[in-house]
C-alpha cells in the first residue's frame, strides 16, 4: 500500500494547476454562488447527494505562497488555530501516512471524522512555482468507525497556491464533502457557502501568526 507517487495522477496535479491560469468552469452547470473580500465561489450541483461541489479562486494578501503551504500541511498547527477540531494526527498505515480528523459539529448534531490521504507536491510550470495540495477520503481497517461520530466517506479537496505578484498568494480551491447523516442538504450547502471564505480567512490570519512563531 506504498503511497509514493501512487496516490494521486500527476494530470490530477496539472490540473489544479491550470485551473490558477483559465478556471475551468465551461462544459458543466457551475454557477456564480458568492463573490467578497476577493473571493469567487462557484459551485455545481452532485445529483445523487443534492450537495454541491466548489470552486474557490482568490487571492490572500500578505501571504507568500510556501508560508500558506506549509501552514496547510501542518496539522499540529492547526489543533491551535481552527476551533472546529477536536482531533487531527497522521499515522503510518503499512507505508502510507494517513491523516484522521474529527470536526466538532453544534449540538446536536454529532460530530464528524474523516480518513484520508493527502500529498504535497511543489511544481514548476513554464517558469511559476505552485503549490498543490490534492486530498481524498479513504478506508483503511487501522481507522474503525466510532460510536456516536459519524464517518463522512465522500470527502475530497484540491489546492493550489502561487504568487499573486506582490506579498500574497492566488488561490484555487475545489472542494466536495457528504457530512452523511440526517442534516438536510439546505444546511449542509449553507454552511459550505459561508464556511469556506472563513476558513480561508482564518488560514491567512494563521499565516501571520506561523511567521511570530517561527
Not at 46 to 56: A, F, I, N, R, S
Not at 73 to 81: C, I
Not at 109 to 125: A, E, G, S, T
Request: net charge neutral.
Amino acid at each position: 500500500m506504498a503511497c509514493a507517487e501512487g496516490c494521486f495522477a500527476e494530470e490530477q496535479f496539472r490540473e489544479a494547476c491550470a485551473e490558477l491560469q483559465q478556471p475551468a468552469l465551461a462544459g458543466a452547470d457551475w454557477q456564480r454562488l458568492v463573490e467578497a473580500s476577493g473571493i469567487t465561489i462557484y459551485r455545481l450541483l452532485d445529483q445523487p447527494t443534492g450537495l454541491y461541489e466548489y470552486k474557490v479562486f482568490g487571492v490572500l494578501e500578505n501571504c507568500p505562497p510556501a508560508l500558506l503551504a506549509d501552514v496547510y500541511m501542518d496539522l499540529e498547527y492547526r489543533k491551535q488555530w481552527d476551533q472546529y477540531v477536536k482531533e487531527l494526527y497522521e499515522k503510518d498505515c503499512d507505508g502510507q501516512m494517513v491523516a484522521y480528523w474529527e470536526v466538532k459539529y453544534p449540538f446536536p448534531m454529532c460530530n464528524r471524522d474523516y480518513v484520508y490521504i493527502r500529498q504535497r507536491r511543489d511544481l514548476d510550470v513554464e517558469g511559476r512555482k505552485i503549490h498543490v495540495v490534492l486530498a481524498k477520503s479513504i478506508s483503511v481497517p487501522q481507522f474503525p468507525e466510532k460510536s456516536g461520530v459519524i464517518r463522512v466517506k465522500q470527502y475530497k479537496q484540491s489546492l493550489a497556491i502561487e504568487s499573486d505578484g506582490k506579498t500574497g498568494s492566488k488561490v484555487f480551491m475545489c472542494y466536495f464533502d457528504n457530512p452523511g447523516g440526517q442534516i438536510p442538504s439546505w444546511l449542509i450547502n449553507w454552511a459550505a457557502k459561508n464556511g469556506v471564505p472563513n476558513f480561508l480567512k482564518d488560514t491567512a490570519k494563521a499565516c501571520q501568526n506561523y511567521l511570530k512563531k517561527a
